[in-house]
């Protein structure tokens, strides 16, 4: 599967995001090793704090299925510019993901842009830091 139709199934994921507060609605699909391919939308809730972002939903959607092995993450908002992760997903995705693996941000124009795991969150807190 290329970006753009794994960016399709993102398109296809944010239809289905729960957003009364912000209206802001952002998907993304999640590409398994295996070609499988895990939908997520954002999630809100009264409690702001609590709200779900699109690309946490995904990767916890395939951990619940006990899927591990991921090839690449699209996301995909109506952004000016290719829709950005925030802090919190750049965190669980660099804990997830291989730091090698393509992460595709997108609008619903299309435009794309293409970084890995590792340049989306440099200096990242990760498992050595925490076992020393
Ligand atoms: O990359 C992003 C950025 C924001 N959001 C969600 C969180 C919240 O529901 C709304 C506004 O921030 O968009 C995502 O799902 N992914
Ligand atoms: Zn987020």
Same mark, same amino acid.
């Given at each position: 599967?290329?970006?753009?139709?794994?960016?399709? &199934?993102?398109?296809?994921?944010?239809?289905? @995001?729960? #957003? !009364?507060?912000?209206?802001?609605?952002? %998907? =993304?699909?999640?590409?398994?090793?295996?070609?499988?391919?895990?939908?997520?939308?954002?999630?809100?809730?009264?409690?702001?704090?609590?709200?779900?972002?699109?690309?946490?939903?995904?990767?916890?959607?395939?951990?619940?299925?006990?899927?591990? &092995?991921?090839?690449?993450?699209?996301?995909? @908002?109506? #952004? !000016?510019?290719?829709?950005?992760?925030? %802090? =919190?997903?750049?965190?669980?995705?660099?804990?997830?993901?291989?730091?090698?693996?393509?992460?595709?941000?997108?609008?619903?124009?299309?435009?794309?842009?293409?970084?890995?795991?590792?340049?989306?969150?440099?200096?990242?807190?990760?498992?050595?830091?925490?076992?020393?």
């Amino acid at each position: 599967m290329d970006n753009q139709a794994l960016v399709q &199934e993102a398109l296809k994921a944010r239809e289905k @995001a729960y #957003t !009364p507060y912000s209206n802001f609605k952002v %998907g =993304a699909a999640l590409l398994t090793k295996d070609g499988k391919v895990y939908h997520g939308c954002n999630i809100e809730n009264a409690a702001y704090s609590v709200c779900n972002c699109a690309e946490r939903t995904a990767l916890f959607a395939a951990y619940a299925e006990g899927d591990h &092995e991921f090839e690449r993450l699209a996301v995909v @908002a109506d #952004t !000016p510019g290719p829709c950005s992760p925030c %802090g =919190a997903c750049r965190q669980v995705i660099f804990e997830l993901c291989p730091p090698q693996m393509e992460v595709i941000m997108s609008n619903i124009k299309g435009e794309i842009k293409v970084v890995t795991v590792a340049e989306l969150l440099p200096g990242a807190f990760n498992q050595e830091d925490l076992n020393g």
